[in-house]
């Protein structure tokens, strides 16, 4: 009997993004996935067309038809000029109506590609075969509210009727983290559009792979496992697992049983994470449906959707500048590494926190180029290392535009070191989190020392009050960048020529050559100061104003 000689995976994948309008598909109940509802109490997010109540027709929602168009666009597809809703009719107990309104035949996105960065010089074309619309079921919880066990299920239909936008691509996908990696670009394009918010975790995107190997025989023959799709996946880590274990058990299964693909074939199987630590497993569920088993026909209560070309112009017109895009603008642009660039973009915020960064630092006089570069350098080391110990993003870390502008104003003139300049990112991240503490509990800034406005007043020739007051608007609060953490020389000098003028007998002791007389002057500074100065810093350069070195 033949034996295997390799294994060729071969994945299409099917993923659902819930749009983000404010109102249903087909309805005008609030949408879940909107987030001005978001964790609204179950069946909350009702009304007759939603539940299929006699009577109760649907109403086309513009705004998610104007958003799959935007996607669809960003994945390079034609825009339909005419599209119509079919029924997709089948029972379960989270579908009110016992139909889903779909688009079968004439889908509104077809025919697209696009172009996929799997490493730094590996690159693939993945082919969309279709984006189509159509309306969410509700959901079947199998354990209570907080988690504790029931021996029933209890049914939220909060998210039926919420804008579904289904994506197909062609099986172009040859590993588990090209797939991934796919996902991921898709994920971030959803996002800079501003369609969904992609949080995985409410299911706002849901992957399916579809799933086969090419066995190639030691006879020479080659023969094709049947596909399995893989359902309702939430996170890129159960993703790329459920690909990896069926590129492994699929041969075994044909050495076990030869079945090959053809009709009649396709199995959909589950994910199951298993226990702690263990690598996981798909478990079969039921065997697939053909199209002709869900007795699609065009749906009665819908007028089909003619797409004119202005219409489609107007939406191309909404269209942002893409991830990729972008990532390769920064490159060169700004000299920045595709590392780099591919990190500023890898979040919908982070990378508008960025160009907010680099247009406060250019404006204030920092050359564009060089603006890029430095705003690009501090949050990815400064910022990037924070945000991990925090759990945040960067943009959430507190820090302003402008005052990350302020701190590579300073870097760029040379008045700190990189040193100091992350210190005083840290100090502001700190700064901000005081404020919103204080802002929570509605009381006064308690975190901040009076010393320290005291200190940057004396650097910054104004009242103490008014650095106060500054301080706490986070919009000014890059006046205390510059004095936070005092390194530059123009202030040091002045310390330093005060604590010499104030105290000459020890100053002429250093001249002499008692160099540990030097300890004095160094209080004196750091007094001056409020501890802010940088003890190091400050003796070497009172020695060398009083002519003498370590």
Known sequence: MAEIRSVRLMVGLEVHVELATRTKMFSRAPNPAHHRFDGSP???????????????????????????????????CRIAERTRWDRKSYYYPDLPKNYQISQYQLPLCFDGVVELSTGPDARARVGIVRAHLEEDAGKLLHEGPGGHAIDFSIVDLNRAGTPLLEIVTAPDFSSAQEVVAFAQQLRNICRFLGVSEGVMQKGHMRFEPN???????????????????IKNLNSFKALRGAIE???????????????????????TRGWDEGPAGSPGRTVVQREKEDAHDYRYFPEPDL????????????????????????AARYAAEFALGAKEAAALVD?????????QCVEAAAGSGVEPARAGKACANLLLQS????????GVLISELGITPRQVAALVRLREADRVTSTTADELFGKLCDLAEAMRRAVAADRELSGI???LYEAVARAEGLDPEEVRRRAENPEEADLVARSMIVRDDGALAGWIERAIAENPKVADDVRGGKLAAAGRLVGVVMKLSAGTADAKAVRAKVLGALGQKE
């Open 42 to 76: 179950p069946n909350s997010l009702l009304d007759p067309t939603v539940l299929g109540l006699p009577g109760a027709l649907p109403v086309m929602n513009r705004a998610a038809v104007e958003m799959a168009m935007m996607v669809g666009l960003a994945l390079g």
């Open 211 to 229: 799933i086969n190997t090419v066995l190639t025989l030691d006879d020479g023959r080659q023969v094709r496992t049947p596909i399995v799709e």
């Open 383 to 390: 910022g990037a290392r924070r945000a991990n110990e925090s």
């Open 449 to 451: 020392p009076a010393r």
């Open 245 to 267: 274990f069926e590129e492994q058990d699929q041969p075994a299964r044909w050495r076990a049983d030869r079945r090959e693909m053809g009709a009649g074939t396709k199995v």
């Open 303 to 326: 007028l089909p959707v003619e797409v004119s070309p202005a219409w489609v112009e107007e939406v191309r017109a909404r269209v942002p500048e893409l991830p990729a895009a972008r």
């Open 347 to 355: 979040e919908r915020d982070v990378c508008r926190f960025y160009e």
